[in-house]
């Protein structure tokens, strides 16, 4: 793992009382599986042995404040690496586990849409006309959401919608593209980066987005995804230039006083699934 004289190893700070008392106070019980899966996810990916320790632990600690598991195979949320930095990453199964903890969605989902399946899209109420699939080609994706009170709501994007989206906030992609590589998540696996995609779109733009400790969570996740924790807040470096310095663990969650009951702390960029060892990151979707 990457380490210099001046900065302590990864192992060195989750073994810390400072750090581990920062995880029980967000996971309890559950801390220390959660830290050893740190370790365990870091192992395996030789390019987040090459980020700071500051970077994994600030990406870690979003995913605990969350209550996420950041174990690859489930596809919550994710620790990816990019130029040197480990970003948080939510999967759309995050997306839909956080909002439905908020208890304000009675339905989320997101998928592919194969030709015929969308007949045509109403443009005053943006309702889907439904059609009869006639082959299994897709042409694009769709995410529905419904919520407690009523209120329903679709977005559909059509594949080229997706790979113009794809192209412009993912310059790893765009780089495939120029160079004729397969080294993004979004060449890799579009299929689950697009479902994210379009869901995140329909959540950042008609989803319950409110103070609260439950649906602020969900907001959290949003403005979080695919981002490094900086001293400027956070920072989507794939479509930035120039370095970052990375916010130290302490400053992104707050160390309780001795005498809070840590079941009182309040929950405080984009990967379908872990990306292998040789593959770079890709920025995070548009913040809108």
């Given at each position: 793992?990457r380490?210099t004289?001046?900065?302590?190893?990864?192992?060195?700070?989750?073994?810390?009382?400072?750090i581990?008392r920062?995880?029980?106070?967000?996971?309890?019980?559950?801390?220390q599986?959660?830290?050893?899966?740190i370790?365990?996810?870091v192992r395996?990916?030789?390019?987040?042995?090459?980020?700071?320790a500051?970077?994994?632990?600030?990406?870690?600690g979003?995913?605990?404040?969350?209550k996420?598991?950041?174990?690859p195979?489930?596809?919550?949320?994710?620790?990816?690496?990019?130029?040197?930095h480990?970003?948080?990453?939510?999967g759309?199964?995050?997306?839909v586990q956080?909002?439905?903890?908020?208890?304000?969605?009675r339905?989320?989902?997101?998928?592919?849409?194969?030709?015929?399946?969308?007949?045509?899209?109403?443009?005053?109420?943006?309702?889907?006309?439904?059609?009869?699939?006639?082959s299994?080609?897709?042409v694009g994706?769709?995410?529905?959401?419904?919520?407690?009170?009523?209120?329903?709501?679709?977005l559909?994007?059509?594949?080229?919608?997706?790979?113009?989206?794809?192209?412009?906030?993912?310059?790893s992609?765009?780089?495939?593209?120029?160079?004729?590589?397969?080294?993004?998540?979004?060449?890799?696996n579009f299929?689950?980066m697009?479902?994210?995609?379009?869901?995140?779109?329909?959540l950042?733009?008609?989803g319950?987005?409110?103070?609260?400790?439950?649906?602020?969570?969900?907001?959290?996740a949003?403005?979080?995804?695919q981002?490094?924790i900086?001293?400027?807040?956070?920072?989507?470096?794939?479509?930035?230039r120039?370095?970052?310095?990375?916010?130290?663990?302490?400053?992104v969650?707050?160390?309780?006083?001795g005498?809070?009951?840590?079941?009182d702390t309040?929950?405080?960029?984009?990967t379908?699934?872990?990306?292998?060892?040789?593959?770079?990151?890709?920025?995070?979707?548009?913040?809108?």
């Amino acid at each position: 793992m990457r380490n210099t004289q001046d900065e302590p190893s990864l192992q060195d700070l989750l073994n810390s009382e400072k750090i581990r008392r920062r995880f029980e106070a967000l996971l309890d019980k559950s801390a220390q599986s959660f830290m050893s899966s740190i370790l365990t996810i870091v192992r395996g990916n030789s390019k987040l042995r090459e980020c700071s320790a500051d970077s994994i632990l600030a990406a870690a600690g979003i995913a605990a404040a969350l209550k996420l598991p950041i174990n690859p195979s489930l596809g919550f949320a994710f620790i990816v690496p990019y130029k040197g930095h480990a970003t948080f990453q939510i999967g759309w199964k995050g997306f839909v586990q956080l909002a439905m903890r908020s208890g304000q969605y009675r339905t989320l989902n997101s998928g592919a849409v194969r030709e015929g399946q969308i007949e045509d899209i109403d443009f005053v109420t943006g309702e889907i006309i439904r059609g009869e699939k006639i082959s299994d080609e897709i042409v694009g994706y769709v995410a529905y959401m419904e919520l407690i009170n009523g209120f329903k709501k679709s977005l559909y994007m059509s594949l080229d919608e997706m790979q113009a989206h794809a192209e412009k906030y993912s310059q790893s992609y765009a780089y495939d593209l120029r160079s004729g590589r397969k080294s993004s998540v979004w060449s890799t696996n579009f299929d689950a980066m697009a479902k994210k995609t379009v869901l995140k779109k329909l959540l950042n733009n008609f989803g319950i987005i409110s103070i609260d400790q439950q649906s602020a969570a969900l907001a959290t996740a949003l403005q979080a995804d695919q981002a490094v924790i900086t001293e400027d807040g956070f920072r989507y470096i794939d479509n930035e230039r120039g370095s970052e310095k990375i916010v130290p663990f302490s400053d992104v969650i707050g160390l309780p006083d001795g005498d809070d009951d840590p079941d009182d702390t309040p929950d405080d960029n984009d990967t379908p699934d872990n990306k292998p060892d040789d593959t770079p990151n890709d920025k995070p979707d548009e913040q809108n």
